[in-house]
C-alpha cells in the first residue's frame, strides 16, 4: 500500500511539473525551441491517449488528436493534406 501511494504521489508530482513546464513555455515572449515546439505539439497525442479509452458517441478522441491538422497539410501532428 505504501509503494502505491507513494508511486501515486511520484506520478501527481510528476504532472504538476509538466504543468509548470507548459505554462512557462505558453507564456514564452520569444519563439520557442524546436525542442519546445514538440512538446507543444505533443498536447494532441496526449488528449487522445486519455480519451481513447472512454466511449463516446462521437469520435471524440480522434478529434483530440487532429485539432491541429489543416486543409492544406500544414498543419500538425501527421500533416494530412485534404484531397481535391
Do not use: C, N
Amino acid at each position: 500500500m505504501l509503494r502505491s501511494a507513494k508511486a501515486s504521489e511520484w506520478r501527481r508530482s510528476s504532472r504538476i511539473s509538466e504543468d509548470l513546464r507548459a505554462a512557462e513555455i505558453l507564456s514564452k515572449p520569444s519563439r520557442l525551441s524546436d525542442a519546445e515546439f514538440e512538446l507543444v505539439k505533443s498536447h494532441a497525442l496526449f488528449g487522445y491517449e486519455i480519451l481513447k479509452g472512454i466511449d463516446f458517441p462521437w469520435p471524440v478522441a480522434q478529434a483530440a488528436y487532429q485539432h491541429h491538422e489543416r486543409l492544406d497539410g500544414s498543419g500538425y501532428r501527421v500533416g494530412w493534406r485534404a484531397k481535391t
